[in-house]
């Protein structure tokens, strides 16, 4: 499970990061905002008005690195359309555990609730996403008590099978048990979910990604979303922040926002 086969990974990583300085810059925006004590329990707040629904967003990152500043790039894909943004920051292992990870996005979103009037949101129309290791986190979240207040969930490029994580350098960091893979593998776990599920990866990830979303999608009920030419970079990076990409398109319309704008 490596990035090592996509072209050009340092361009992509510049254009991400120059991208994220720019919306920080650009859009209204409440830094850093704790919705706990524990370690990184932070988030990034891009508002967008009044009564707006509010898009969760969980990054990727192996559950071991990168932060919420860094998808700050995803505002112009929900804010100038009437949705609030908020990227969560979350303890990383090997300095906790997988359950503590989790902990903490459930408490996340319960914040979020609790809190969405003060910048405006909506707390009946909350959504969540999240990417590699986000969007197992997002499957985390929406086979648990806090799935109660979401109205709809979106994975991409998801781990949901832990096992074959374990098998990768990736473990040299992780150190995941036998007891985490078990109990934090959404594929091995019983699941009922009334909230509408958007399953998505990019046509041009590995084998075991593309094999990880499908076999997701069809244990939730729903259909993959495939996007061509996208990589495990650019599906964010251009899919779920472009507002002409086929992937916001339909989170947009999941959360109910029309298609071209307010």
């Known amino acids: 499970m490596s990035l090592d086969g996509i072209e050009n990974l340092g361009e992509l990583f510049d254009r991400r990061s120059r991208a994220a300085d720019s919306c920080m810059n650009t859009f209204d925006l409440r830094h850093r905002v704790r919705y706990g ?20 967003f969980i990054h990727g990152g192996f559950w071991k690195s990168l932060t919420a500043d860094l998808f700050s790039f995803l505002a112009p894909g929900f804010v100038p359309f009437g949705a609030a943004l908020v990227v969560i920051d ?29 910048f ?19 499957a985390e979240c929406m086979r648990r008590p ?42 091995g776990c019983p699941v009922e979910i009334d909230a509408p599920m958007i399953v998505a990866v990019g046509g041009e990830e590995t084998e075991e990604f593309q094999r990880q979303s499908r076999a997701y999608a069809a244990h939730v ?42």
């Open 120 to 138: 405006g949101g909506d707390p009946d129309r909350i959504f969540i996403s999240g990417n590699s290791a986000g969007g197992h986190l997002v």
């Open 37 to 56: 004590e524990g370690q990184n329990e932070m988030l990034n707040i891009f508002p967008a008005g009044s009564d707006a629904p509010v898009m969760i």
């Open 221 to 262: 009920g729903t259909d993959v979303l495939s996007a061509p030419g996208q990589n495990h970079i650019t599906i964010v990076l251009d899919g779920l922040a472009g507002s002409n990409s086929e992937l916001n398109r339909r989170v947009r319309d999941q959360m109910g926002l029309q298609r071209f704008g307010l």
């Open 146 to 187: 806090v799935v109660d207040v979401i109205r709809g969930g979106t994975a991409i490029s998801g781990l949901f099978d832990l096992q074959p994580v374990t098998m990768s350098f990736q473990n040299d960091d992780l150190q995941l048990t036998p007891n985490e893979v078990a109990n934090f593998s959404p594929l």
């Open 90 to 118: 979350y303890p990383l292992m090997p300095s906790c555990r997988m359950s503590d990870i989790i902990e903490s996005c459930e408490k996340a979103v319960r914040w979020v609730h609790q809190n969405a009037a003060s």
